[in-house]
């Protein structure tokens, strides 16, 4: 079972959104409601930021949502703030697995 | 406050045995949840390496399956990892995590603690 794929990098000005993509199979993203999404600063450890692909933890603002359309899983973040640069990662329940994206880089222009 | 620290050598010899721990404090570990571990090499995408529940049930990785033991103590509330025969591309940041009830997501991770493999 190979990681998720997502783009490298993605990038917005502030106040303006940015989507990223989590592409998966049938097996994975694409079978089953377990996908998620991870923040991780520099140096930190990652912080759950959207769960069962489209609920989000107490404490993680409206402006992050995700959905899913077939074997990929989005992640938006609305109103873009200078926090939110950092990597994202999605991860997905795969049989008897857990899989994880191959990681985007979020920069705020 | 729900805590987790991680500890264990930061450096081992290839071949030889990893050992890690992790510390929960703030939450009992009994309250029927799993605890697990997750890790990053330096520069790296994230690796799901098993999850353990208080009974010591498991789930592991299939492709670290062979290598790795999990253990809970809750008379002293943590837990161990354990990975066998290591080698450099086991050099990661290790992170000890809780998962979420009747899911797969993490909802709280440890500081996470930087394991060397070399000679």
């Known amino acids: 079972q190979s990681a998720l794929t997502q783009p490298p990098s993605a990038s917005g000005s502030p106040g303006q959104s940015v989507t990223i993509s989590c592409t998966g199979t049938?097996?994975?993203?694409?079978?089953?409601?377990?996908v998620s999404w991870y923040q991780q600063h520099p140096g930190k450890a990652p912080k759950l930021m959207i769960y069962e692909v489209t609920k989000r933890p107490s404490g993680v603002p409206d402006r992050f949502s995700g959905s899913r359309s077939g074997n990929t899983a989005s992640l938006t973040v609305s109103g873009l703030q200078a926090d939110d640069e950092a990597d994202y990662y999605c991860?997905?329940?795969?049989?008897?697995?857990?899989?994880f994206g191959t990681g985007t880089k979020v920069t705020v222009l | 406050q729900v805590q987790l620290q991680e500890s264990g050598p930061g450096l081992v010899r290839p071949s030889d045995t990893l050992s890690l721990t992790c510390a929960v404090s703030?939450?009992?570990?009994?309250?029927?949840?799993?605890w697990g571990w997750i890790r990053q090499p330096p520069g790296e995408g994230l690796e799901w390496i098993g999850y353990?529940?208080?009974?010591?049930?498991?789930y592991y990785n299939p492709s670290l399956k062979s290598r790795i033991t999990m253990s809970v103590d809750t008379s002293k509330n943590q837990f161990s990892l354990k990975l066998s025969s290591v080698t450099a591309v086991d050099t990661a940041v290790y992170y000890c995590?809780?998962?979420?009830?009747?899911?797969?997501?993490?909802?709280?991770w440890g500081r996470g603690t930087l394991v060397t493999v070399s000679s």
């Open positions: 995590v809780k998962k979420g009830p009747h899911s797969t997501y993490f909802d709280l």
């Open positions: 049938s097996s994975d993203v694409g079978g089953n409601s377990y």
């Open positions: 703030g939450y009992s570990i009994s309250n029927s949840d799993w």
């Open positions: 991860s997905s329940y795969a049989t008897s697995n857990i899989l």
């Open positions: 353990i529940h208080y009974s010591a049930r498991t």
